[in-house]
């Protein structure tokens, strides 16, 4: 079974491609590559605080 990346680790892959975007030495396809991949990172990462979100709305409705 596949273990989920945490979103901490996702927000650190996407810092760490950013850092490669800026490097004016990558060719442009890798730079594609690069900003698809960062993107798809945070997309990721999004998904799970929305879902964490969600979540914490669910305790507190429980609460009431």
């Given at each position: ?8 680790n ?51 409705g429980?609460?009431?």
């Open positions: 079974m596949l273990e989920e990346e945490s979103f901490e996702k927000i650190a892959n996407a810092k760490a491609i950013l850092e490669k975007l800026m490097d004016p030495a990558l060719p442009m396809n890798e730079s594609v590559k690069a900003y698809e991949a960062g993107m798809g990172e945070l997309k990721s990462a999004e998904k799970m605080l929305e879902q964490a979100q969600l979540q914490i709305q669910i305790i507190k429980q609460d009431q």
